[in-house]
């Protein structure tokens, strides 16, 4: 299933940089008329391909590749269009002071980007109207739970992301037909594997233990010469919505899925980029510290930094760093949840956390091996100890360092309840399965996104 994902972000990206790469000879064209030859594009071609390269970084930062969440044509091509503004300002810097100076790019940079934001705009509009539609696998899910049901309803709305469900396999006689809408319903008999194969359907998600009932292991089992595909709810609950469900996964879940020893060399070369990483990061911020600073105190009494302690890597407690965005004991001895308008921020606090600039002080805790860049969000002890009597399985997120940002942060709004914190967990599982470089790289660039959409 995930390889029909993985082609279609491919080919949206090609489609991206062919059109990108087709807009400079049809920009010079216009530009140069009939003095238009070969050397004009080649002098033109190298600077302008480093616009393009921006330009491609900038939509995955915004997340025009998460084939999960399309956005509407309108909100596409706004966004698109604001990429193009960026690059016109990025390319005006990189020409006046890397290039050629016989390069004079300012009629012919404000006309590309202009012509590449149409192109690339018409572009995700074909594909996502026509194009998506194609490479459908057509799925049935065995069983019926909630999660089952999330699932069906991600298909319908997200048709893009190439699942059809075009059965539901029933596991019990007493649910009758038509149980899922319009979808057509199999039974669990001997009858099973003719009946997907004739309706072309290729891979099964299994909602429930087909274990628990001999007669339903033996329908699956005979739909092992037909070349069909069993998938468990939680590979394709993650598959279509980057989560785990927890209230699905169990013990044996874990041992097969959560492989630390594995995860050595990552580790410590996790370790090397967050040194590095923060260091830069703080070298770079630290002419803003002190109007921070001043900014704070002129607004309120109290300290600049606000330290809390926060639970890390096995549970070990930490003092993580900010600045203070609250009223000075704007806690009376008891931890309370943050609220979506919250009267202890002040207008200086609430300033920082619309830019995040009151993280910056994490950089610290990050050379000091407190925190990781990326990672499940440190939380309260208080917190922590509240939760892991809620939420199944929630201590085995602390095998892993705490981060400055993570999965669950960039996909999901700032937890206020503990219900918020149930589906951040799901997040949290999804990262723990799937650390790598490349998935913290990711996390990383779309952390940037952040900074623009606010707490």
């Given at each position: 299933?995930?390889?029909?994902?993985?082609?279609?972000?491919?080919?949206?990206?090609?489609?991206?940089?062919?059109?990108?790469?087709?807009?400079?000879?049809?920009?010079?064209?216009?530009?140069?008329?009939?003095?238009?030859?070969?050397?004009?594009?080649?002098?033109?071609?190298?600077?302008?391909?480093?616009?393009?390269?921006?330009?491609?970084?900038?939509?995955?930062?915004?997340?025009?590749?998460?084939?999960?969440?399309?956005?509407?044509?309108?909100?596409?091509?706004?966004?698109?269009?604001?990429?193009?503004?960026?690059?016109?300002?990025?390319?005006?810097?990189?020409?006046?002071?890397?290039?050629?100076?016989?390069?004079?790019?300012?009629?012919?940079?404000?006309?590309?980007?202009?012509?590449?934001?149409?192109?690339?705009?018409?572009?995700?509009?074909?594909?996502q109207k026509y194009l998506a539609g194609y490479m459908r696998i057509n799925v049935a899910i065995a069983g019926l739970n909630e999660h089952a049901k999330e699932l069906a309803g991600v298909m319908a709305m997200r048709?893009?992301?190439?699942?059809?469900?075009?059965?539901?396999?029933?596991?019990?006689?007493?649910?009758?037909?038509?149980?899922?809408?319009?979808?057509?319903?199999?039974?669990?008999?001997?009858?099973?594997?003719?009946?997907?194969?004739?309706?072309?359907?290729?891979?099964?998600?299994?909602?429930?233990?087909?274990?628990?009932?001999?007669?339903?292991?033996?329908?699956?089992?005979?739909?092992?010469?037909?070349?069909?595909?069993?998938?468990?709810?939680?590979?394709?609950?993650?598959?279509?919505?980057?989560?785990?469900?927890?209230?699905?996964?169990?013990?044996?879940?874990?041992?097969?899925?959560?492989?630390?020893?594995?995860?050595?060399?990552?580790?410590?070369?996790?370790?090397?980029?967050?040194?590095?990483?923060?260091?830069?990061?703080?070298?770079?911020?630290?002419?803003?510290?002190?109007?921070?600073?001043?900014?704070?105190?002129?607004?309120?009494?109290?300290?600049?930094?606000?330290?809390?302690?926060?639970?890390?890597?096995?549970?070990?407690?930490?003092?993580?760093?900010?600045?203070?965005?609250?009223?000075?004991?704007?806690?009376?001895?008891?931890?309370?949840?943050?609220?979506?308008?919250?009267?202890?921020?002040?207008?200086?606090?609430?300033?920082?956390?619309?830019?995040?600039?009151?993280?910056?002080?994490?950089?610290?805790?990050?050379?000091?091996?407190?925190?990781?860049?990326?990672?499940?969000?440190?939380?309260?002890?208080?917190?922590?100890?509240?939760?892991?009597?809620?939420?199944?399985?929630?201590?085995?997120?602390?095998?892993?360092?705490?981060?400055?940002?993570?999965?669950?942060?960039?996909?999901?709004?700032?937890?206020?309840?503990?219900?918020?914190?149930?589906?951040?967990?799901?997040?949290?599982?999804?990262?723990?399965?799937?650390?790598s470089l490349i998935l913290d790289i990711s996390i990383v660039l779309k952390t940037i996104n952040l900074f623009f959409r606010g707490p």
């Amino acid at each position: 299933m995930s390889g029909v994902i993985t082609i279609k972000k491919f080919l949206l990206l090609a489609g991206d940089a062919a059109f990108l790469l087709l807009s400079l000879p049809a920009t010079l064209f216009i530009a140069f008329g009939t003095e238009f030859d070969r050397q004009i594009f080649i002098d033109h071609l190298l600077p302008f391909l480093f616009i393009y390269l921006f330009i491609l970084i900038l939509f995955f930062i915004t997340g025009l590749y998460d084939i999960r969440s399309f956005k509407s044509a309108t909100s596409t091509f706004s966004t698109v269009v604001i990429i193009h503004g960026i690059g016109a300002i990025f390319g005006i810097l990189f020409f006046y002071l890397a290039t050629d100076p016989a390069i004079t790019p300012k009629t012919n940079l404000a006309l590309n980007m202009i012509v590449a934001a149409i192109s690339v705009s018409f572009w995700r509009v074909l594909f996502q109207k026509y194009l998506a539609g194609y490479m459908r696998i057509n799925v049935a899910i065995a069983g019926l739970n909630e999660h089952a049901k999330e699932l069906a309803g991600v298909m319908a709305m997200r048709p893009y992301m190439g699942y059809n469900l075009a059965a539901f396999v029933s596991t019990d006689a007493m649910l009758g037909e038509n149980v899922l809408g319009n979808v057509k319903t199999f039974f669990a008999d001997k009858n099973l594997a003719k009946n997907l194969r004739a309706s072309n359907i290729d891979t099964v998600i299994t909602a429930e233990n087909p274990h628990l009932n001999p007669a339903i292991a033996q329908a699956f089992y005979e739909c092992i010469p037909y070349k069909i595909r069993f998938l468990d709810l939680a590979q394709s609950y993650e598959l279509l919505t980057g989560r785990v469900p927890v209230s699905y996964v169990n013990q044996a879940w874990f041992l097969e899925n959560i492989n630390e020893h594995q995860k050595k060399i990552y580790d410590n070369l996790k370790r090397i980029t967050d040194v590095v990483a923060a260091s830069v990061l703080l070298a770079i911020c630290l002419p803003l510290w002190p109007l921070i600073a001043v900014a704070i105190k002129w607004e309120s009494a109290g300290p600049v930094f606000y330290k809390q302690e926060r639970v890390g890597k096995n549970k070990k407690l930490f003092w993580l760093i900010k600045f203070r965005s609250m009223i000075e004991h704007a806690e009376s001895g008891t931890a309370v949840w943050a609220e979506e308008k919250d009267k202890r921020i002040t207008r200086v606090g609430s300033l920082l956390r619309r830019t995040h600039l009151d993280e910056l002080p994490q950089m610290i805790n990050i050379i000091k091996d407190d925190i990781s860049l990326v990672g499940p969000r440190p939380e309260r002890i208080e917190f922590v100890q509240e939760l892991d009597k809620q939420i199944p399985h929630y201590n085995i997120r602390h095998i892993t360092k705490p981060g400055f940002t993570g999965w669950a942060q960039i996909n999901f709004r700032y937890a206020r309840t503990p219900l918020d914190t149930y589906e951040k967990f799901q997040y949290d599982l999804y990262y723990l399965k799937n650390r790598s470089l490349i998935l913290d790289i990711s996390i990383v660039l779309k952390t940037i996104n952040l900074f623009f959409r606010g707490p």
